[in-house]
């Protein structure tokens, strides 16, 4: 089998959208200041812009360096709680508005695309939840039962069809949501940022942020060659925030997924393999997910980290990953690999924390960015131009901690790496 060269992320060499913004080099003002061009910022630059409000958008990297551009690519409804587990969590009016507007993610995201003309690869044949065991075809009926209570169009496939549409024996089952779909991460990212600059948004790359703090009745955010003040801040930047003085760091459980993709597949095996190109991930565990992109190679995830000890675990992991699913796939070449972290919260749901007057961090989506991202970021936005905490997905609250974060990290990589060295065998 073809060895995947460390580090090369499928996503940025297939982006069709492509994106060039100036580092900020002066003082400037606007009306609202954002922090991190992810999924959460550009789609809150977006809105924000196109309700006519001037905004500069500070990306210390490149847009969709972080997970936005690392990730799976599925646009699913919800969060990986089942919805009934979310509203016990957070109270059924705050759980119902949460679990609400993260059902409708999809259609935002779709009709996004469809209205910008974003060119991501995007494929709206829905998402399946594959059960792996008898124990995760339970859980995939109550969740089934779950959704079905909300309205929504979902269908519970037995082993059978859960084979024809994968093309893999090796599910008992599975969950199709027909809502969602799959993109290309980081295209559809670039996408969403080159409609906020069409829109008159700012946007500066390779500019950190190194302070932030309320200066009269706005902020002032500072960069190494400028800064700008405004009457609002979003920090939108998740498992890739750096420290910026003045504010307290966001408190979460750094997380690792990983990708390995293969070359394109023949016609051939495209007939047999996901023939309608859902995305899936399974009820394991250590969860695991595959999908083919838009030229057919067929990409394999799981939770764990390429960059550290376990990396040749995971390696090897993916390769018999793939031969049990699709023994016909045994030894095919790998083109790339790379990984990216998950901002995951204790509770596993998403945090809206108050940094002072119109000032707002966002945070947590544990492992679902797409959807949460942006829809968070419109409603982020809609805060933003009124103030009104109501139009927000869930409350925001002053403070959050993780207690022991490092040590929950080091449990969700080992894990993960001595399961994927004994899995799969």
Request: glycine content about 14%; proline content about 5%.
């Amino acid at each position: 089998m073809g060895e995947a060269a460390p580090g090369t992320n499928l996503w940025s060499t297939t982006a069709g959208e492509m994106l060039a913004a100036e580092p900020l080099k002066e003082d400037a003002r606007a009306d609202a200041v954002i922090v991190g061009g992810g999924f959460t910022g550009c789609s809150a630059a977006l809105h924000l812009a196109e309700a006519g409000l001037g905004v500069r958008l500070l990306e210390a990297q490149s847009i969709g360096f972080g997970g936005s551009g690392r990730n799976v690519g599925l646009v699913n409804a919800g969060l990986w709680l089942p919805p009934e587990q979310v509203e016990q969590t957070l109270g059924q009016a705050v759980g119902g508005r949460l679990n609400a507007a993260l059902a409708a993610g999809p259609e935002l995201v779709f009709s996004l695309i469809d209205r910008l003309g974003i060119d991501c690869e995007a494929t709206r044949s829905g998402t399946l939840h594959c059960a792996h065991s008898q124990g995760g075809l339970d859980d995939l009926k109550d969740r089934l039962r779950q959704q079905l209570d909300r309205g929504a169009p979902v269908e519970l496939l037995d082993a059978e069809e859960t084979a024809a549409r994968t093309g893999t024996q090796a599910y008992r089952g599975a969950l199709l949501d027909r809502r969602a779909g799959t993109i290309q991460p980081l295209a559809y990212c670039r996408g969403l940022a080159r409609a906020a600059r069409d829109a008159g948004a700012v946007l500066h790359e390779q500019t950190p942020v190194v302070s932030a703090a309320r200066e009269g009745d706005g902020w002032r955010v500072a960069t190494p060659r400028g800064s700008v003040s405004a009457g609002a801040l979003l920090i939108a930047v998740n498992a890739y925030g750096r420290p910026m003085a003045g504010l307290t760091p966001q408190a979460y459980v750094p997380v690792h997924y990983f990708q390995i993709a293969t070359r394109p597949l023949t016609d051939n095996l495209r007939r047999s393999v996901l023939p309608e190109r859902q995305g899936c991930w399974d009820t394991a565990p250590v969860m695991s997910s595959f999908r083919l992109d838009a030229a057919g190679r067929l990409l394999v995830g799981a939770v764990g980290s390429l960059e550290g000890p376990g990396a040749r675990w995971h390696r090897a992991w993916a390769e018999r990953k793939l031969a049990a699913l699709f023994p016909d796939l045994s030894g095919i070449d790998l083109e790339h690999a790379w990984c990216g972290r998950i901002a995951m919260t204790g509770d596993h749901l998403p945090k809206i924390l108050r940094l002072g007057e119109r000032g707002l961090s966002v945070f947590g989506y544990s492992g679902r960015g797409i959807s949460p991202g942006t829809t968070f970021g419109k409603a982020m936005a809609a805060y933003l131009v009124d103030g009104d905490e109501g139009s927000l997905p869930c409350d925001p609250v002053d403070a959050h901690s993780e207690r022991l974060a490092g040590i929950k990290q080091a449990y969700y990589e080992f894990g993960a790496s001595l399961t994927h060295a004994v899995g799969e065998r």
